[in-house]
């Protein structure tokens, strides 16, 4: 059987379908790209307050703390908001977060989201 294949997407029609979707795409993951650069090495000074827990690259030291390392930039900054407005609670985070400015936590998510983490399975069971 033969099927005609039909080029009858130009590369600009494409272009204007990724110019209409990117903002949506980056509202569905809490991060607007022009909206402001986030510093990645700020966020890594800003974070030495957190280390004590979340461990020196985001790898957690404490119990009962989760990794940061590698997490999504968006993930991070709705986290660090929400405990910062209240709808995400728990007492010590919800005191970290307190004093964090709009800028710290795109910069923290900035240094946190850059970590790169190797994820293994375990050996398989005998
Ligand atoms: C005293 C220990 C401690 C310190 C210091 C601390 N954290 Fe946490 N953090 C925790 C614990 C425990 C949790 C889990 C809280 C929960 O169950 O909601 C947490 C959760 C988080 C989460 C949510 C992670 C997830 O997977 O949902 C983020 C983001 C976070 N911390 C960022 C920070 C940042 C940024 C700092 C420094 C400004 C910081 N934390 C300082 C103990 C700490």
Redesign the pocket.
């Known amino acids: 059987m033969h099927r005609p294949i039909h080029f009858t997407h130009t590369r600009a029609a494409r272009a204007v379908r990724l110019h209409l979707l990117l903002p949506l795409v980056a509202g569905i993951i809490g991060f607007a790209p022009a909206a402001q650069a986030a510093d990645a090495a700020a966020g890594q000074a800003?974070?030495q307050?957190?280390?004590?827990?979340?461990g020196p690259i985001g790898m957690?030291v404490?119990p009962?703390?989760?990794?940061?390392a590698g997490?999504p930039p968006g993930?991070?900054t709705n986290?660090?908001r929400h405990?910062r407005d209240g709808s995400?609670?728990?007492e010590?985070?919800s005191i970290?977060?307190r004093t964090?400015t709009d800028t710290?936590?795109a910069n923290?998510?900035a240094w946190?989201s850059s970590i790169q983490v190797e994820a293994k399975a375990p050996d398989a069971p005998k």
């Open positions: 800003k974070a307050m957190c280390t004590v827990c979340h957690a404490a009962e703390t989760p990794n940061l997490q993930y991070l986290q660090l405990y995400r609670k728990h010590v985070m970290m977060a964090l710290d936590i923290l998510a946190f």
